[in-house]
């Protein structure tokens, strides 16, 4: 599976937009990408995915470029309790592979 | 729904002992998951059932670690006998896709924090 590249960590104000970048280079043509996020405590809880189209659901939107090479998680008014570990993963089967993510603090 | 169901939430045992840990998955999901929690590992896939059958246990650490579905609504990993450095949550996760060509949805418990001291 591809590798993904995802800041270590990022702040967002409360009620404003949360854009979380990922990088995936090496993304092959079957392969999805995948946004799940983890809360303190709680099991990782799947969020949107994409293959080539851009997505919105209820939750979020999923931005992918047109070369597939990376991709931008949309949070469109974060509120405290989307402070969470969000993770980037990109597969084409059963394996997810959750690397370190990128943890999001949602300040008041 | 209630979800994917886990037992028991925390389990404190002593090195040596055997540890069984439970899960339920989503009615109808015919993909399940054990994945294990560390924070010098992250999450690792442990071992992947689809409808019933362990497909790919090649995450699994050693001999010491097993796991079954001996039905569509239940399945167990045990760790015999138990080890310090076998403490972690374990995360167990059902999908209602098939695997191979289809993207997965993975819906996961609230896990099992395991201490073996």
């Known amino acids: 599976d591809a590798k993904t590249t995802q800041p270590t960590s990022m702040d967002c104000a409360e009620g404003r937009a949360a854009n979380l970048p990922c990088n995936h280079s090496t993304i092959s043509g079957n392969e999805y990408v995948y946004w799940y996020r983890q809360i303190h405590s709680q099991g990782p809880q799947y969020i949107i995915h994409?293959?080539?189209n851009n997505e919105t659901n209820e939750m979020a939107s999923l931005i992918i470029t047109e070369d597939r090479k990376s991709s931008t998680l949309i949070l469109p008014h974060a509120t405290l309790r989307d402070t969470a570990v969000y993770y980037c993963?990109?597969?084409?089967?059963?394996?997810?592979?959750f690397g370190a993510g990128t943890t999001v603090t949602v300040r008041a | 729904d209630a979800g994917v169901i886990q037992s028991p939430r925390h389990e404190v045992t002593e090195m040596g002992q055997e540890v069984t840990l439970r899960c339920k998955p989503i009615?109808?999901?015919?993909?399940l998951f054990w994945y294990r929690q560390t924070m010098m590992r992250g999450l690792e896939l442990l071992i992947y059932?689809?409808?019933?059958?362990?497909?790919?246990d090649s995450g699994m650490p050693e001999d010491r670690f097993s796991a079954k579905m001996p039905n569509a609504s239940f399945s167990t990993l045990k760790i015999q006998p138990s080890e310090p450095r076998d403490s972690a949550v374990y995360f167990c996760?059902?999908?209602?896709?098939?695997?191979?060509?289809?993207?997965?949805?993975?819906?996961f418990g609230s896990g099992t924090q395991l201490s073996v001291l």
């Open positions: 993963i990109v597969s084409g089967d059963y394996k997810l592979s």
């Open positions: 009615s109808g999901h015919n993909s």
């Open positions: 996760a059902s999908s209602p896709g098939t695997g191979g060509g289809g993207y997965e949805k993975l819906f």
């Open positions: 059932f689809n409808n019933n059958v362990p497909i790919d």
């Open positions: 994409g293959l080539k």
